[in-house]
């Protein structure tokens, strides 16, 4: 089991960064990272003194940019922070810090049509009311959520029917930490946004921490960023859950405890000399 790092640690394993804010660039996860995993997706809450110390950060380093599962505009909303950047959607949106709208790739955003008609209704369906199954709506994406089910294993394999028919459609599924997503057929990932944010700034070293199978693409961002000389520098903060992918930890260079030992990462990174 890897231990959480000591505060001189943490300095030490973060001085890429902090030696230069001014060429360096914060991205995290929010749901397990910034907020608690929480059985209803629309009760997530970031904590004031969290948003405040990203506020500290925006003013600080170069770039700053919180990545989700969800859109934009929710993930936005969540934080509550209005001078840094956003990714969403699994990186089909990005939301440049003080712009009004998000880009969005092309070809994600043709089928999110299908995608809607493929789920509508289903939320609807007796076995989906009775074991509390939820339809959570990402724009492009659509989520069903099982956590907190009277049988979750039931739910589990109602939901699998579903990503089989979704996949025989000519969709495609991910499956995520109690939670099923139908996606256009289009491949985007996390580290799709992070790259067109490191590539458009004068950064030389970023950072990334999450918690889940997810922000694993994120982390190979980072890597490949660094092997083609984009990056001088790269830390991977692995937040560790007892729902997360051992990956997670495995692949970091630093790794914490939950919500709490994330919040100690941007502690140190905002009160550095």
């Given at each position: 089991?890897?231990s ?6 943490l300095?030490?394993?973060?001085r ?41 950060l ?30 969403g959607?699994?990186g ?30 289903r ?30 294993a ?47 700034s ?41 729902e ?30």
């Open positions: 089991m890897v959480a790092p000591s505060a001189n640690a300095a030490e394993s973060l890429p960064l902090t030696q230069d804010p001014s060429r360096a660039a914060i991205f995290c996860d929010i749901d397990g990272t910034l907020s608690p995993i929480v059985s209803r997706p629309e009760d997530s809450q970031v904590r004031k003194e969290v948003s405040v110390l990203l506020g500290r925006g003013r600080r380093y170069a770039r700053v940019a919180c990545v989700s599962g969800r859109s934009v505009a929710e993930a936005r909303r969540l934080v509550g922070v209005g001078a840094i950047a956003y990714v959607s699994h089909a949106e990005v939301l440049r810090a003080g712009a009004k709208h998000p880009e969005l790739v092309d070809a994600f955003a043709g089928w999110e049509g299908r995608v809607r008609d493929f789920v509508s209704g939320e609807n369906k007796r076995d989906f009311k009775l074991l509390r199954i939820r339809l959570e709506d990402k724009g492009p994406i659509k989520a069903f959520h099982w956590r907190g089910s009277p049988d979750e039931a739910a589990e394999d109602i939901l699998r029917g579903v990503a089989r028919e979704a996949e025989a459609a000519g969709l495609d599924i991910h499956w995520g930490r109690k939670v099923l997503e139908v996606r256009p057929p289009v491949h985007v990932d996390k580290g799709q946004g992070i790259r067109t944010l490191v590539e458009s004068p950064v030389r070293a970023a950072l990334y921490g999450g918690d889940d199978v997810t922000d694993l693409d994120a982390f190979d961002a980072l890597d490949e960023l660094t092997a083609e000389g984009v990056l001088d520098a790269a830390v991977r903060v692995g937040v560790r859950s007892p997360g992918p051992e990956a997670i930890v495995r692949r970091a260079d630093v790794v914490v405890e939950g919500v709490p030992g994330f919040t100690d990462v941007l502690i140190a990174l905002a009160e550095s000399d």
